[in-house]
C-alpha cells in the first residue's frame, strides 16, 4: 500500500506541476466564467468553483506533502552517506533531529570555521602575493 501510494503522490505531483495541468486549470477558471451570465451568476454557479477548488487543494496539500517527506529523507539520507563516507565530521549526521536552538548553535560554529578558513586563505593569498613581487623585484634589478 505504501509503495502504491508514494508511486501515486509522485506521479500526481509530477504532472499537477506540469505546464499543460495549469493551462487545464486556466480554462477551466475561464470556462467557468464565461458560463457565469449562463447561471446569472448564482450562488450555485460560485458554489461550483469554490467547492471544486476546495476539494483539490484539500487533496493536493496531502500529496504534495507526502512527496516532499520522501524527498526530504531522500535527500537527507544520501547526505549522512557522503558524510559517512567522507573526511567529514560524523557529528553532522542527524542533524536535522536537533532542536533549533541547537541548530542554530552548530551553524554559528560551521560560520566560525568559515571565517578562520576565509582568514587563513587570505593570509596564503597575500603571502604569495608578497613572494611574487619579490620574484618580480629580483629580476628588474638584476
Known amino acids: 500500500m505504501d509503495k502504491l501510494f508514494a508511486k501515486f503522490a509522485t506521479t500526481t505531483a509530477r504532472v499537477t506541476g506540469s505546464p499543460a495541468a495549469f493551462l487545464l486549470c486556466v480554462i477551466v477558471v475561464v470556462a467557468w466564467a464565461v458560463s457565469g451570465p449562463f447561471f446569472d451568476y448564482s450562488e450555485n454557479w460560485q458554489l461550483v468553483i469554490n467547492t471544486g ?28 552517506e557522503l558524510i559517512r ?42 603571502e604569495r602575493a608578497k613572494r611574487a613581487n619579490r620574484k618580480g623585484s629580483h629580476r628588474l634589478s638584476a
Open 53 to 80: 477548488t476546495t476539494i483539490v487543494t484539500f487533496l493536493m496539500v496531502f500529496l504534495i506533502q507526502n512527496t516532499q517527506n520522501r524527498d526530504g529523507a531522500a535527500v537527507q539520507t544520501k547526505l549522512d
Open 85 to 126: 563516507t567522507s573526511n567529514a565530521d560524523d557529528a553532522f549526521m542527524g542533524i536535522e533531529k536537533l532542536t533549533d536552538k541547537e541548530l542554530e548553535g552548530l551553524h554559528e560554529q560551521c560560520e566560525q570555521m568559515a571565517r578562520q578558513t576565509q582568514a587563513a586563505l587570505e593570509k596564503t593569498k597575500a
